[in-house]
């Protein structure tokens, strides 16, 4: 069991950040009962900074949350480069703050070193619970992140989630891949914006089912959009449902 907790003792902000560069490797765990928890309570920000060839890998339930973030309380989990992340289990990112959820691959470079991969054997599970910022997944260049098992977000409350591939090519590498074994749903409420994009080579390639359930859709600047760009694809398996209800 691998655990980092901080939690306000004081009127003071604190940021958490976890960061691997240079070659350097990190595992823990090595059984699938093992837990992997980086977590902040009444805090500010967590980060998870991967570039320069590092690894991390965890075994077992690996849980990332922000109980009631504060200020400037968001999520950043960042993989650059060549890193590489290994998750033989869940990733469970548990984001209970008012603030954004930010889930990036090489999205900070140059165009250099392009091939950024987070490899998930079990569920991807984003939970943003009290009515937070948004939830901002883009996988850029030649990243990849693979999920075995099923992606699942819960976004309650207004703003936007963002599902972007290859957004931010530079005209070098644009294969940036999100492939999912199992079934792709987000559930969102309170209407706002959806964005499903994606570019260049990439692709997006579902197993299962595709399931998006949005409800409250006021009418007030509400907009949802699934765009696919160039010679991206989007991949169904099994069945396409898009619900939308006021």
């Known amino acids: 069991v691998f655990i980092v907790y901080l939690t306000r003792t004081a009127t003071v902000n604190v940021d958490l950040i976890l960061d691997l560069n240079d070659n350097s490797s990190l595992t823990t765990g090595t059984q699938s009962d093992d837990t992997t928890y980086i977590g902040l309570d009444d805090l500010r920000t967590i980060f998870v900074d991967m570039d320069d060839n590092s690894s991390f890998t965890t075994s077992g339930q690996t849980r990332i949350q922000s109980i009631d973030g504060g200020a400037n309380g968001d999520i950043n989990l960042a993989i650059d480069g060549d890193a590489i992340w290994t998750i033989n289990g869940d990733l469970l990112v548990d984001d209970d703050s008012d603030d954004g959820l930010f889930f990036r691959l090489n999205q900070n470079l140059d165009g250099t070193s392009n091939d950024a991969l987070v490899s998930i054997t079990g569920d991807l599970l984003i939970d943003k619970s009290n009515n937070g910022d948004e939830t901002d997944i883009r ?108």
């Open 139 to 246: 996988i850029d260049r030649d990243a990849d992140l693979n999920v075995t098992g099923n992606f699942l977000v819960n976004h309650v409350g207004g703003n936007y989630v963002y599902v972007y591939l290859n957004e931010n090519q530079d005209g070098g590498d644009t294969d940036g891949q999100f492939t999912i074994g199992g079934n792709f749903t987000i559930n969102k409420t309170d209407g706002d914006n959806l964005y499903i994009y994606a570019n260049g080579e990439s692709d997006l390639d579902i197993g299962g089912d595709f399931e998006i359930n949005s409800s409250n859709m006021d009418g007030n600047n509400d907009h949802h959009e699934i765009q696919m760009d160039g010679n991206s694809t989007l991949d169904v398996d099994g069945n396409f449902t898009y619900i939308l209800t006021r």
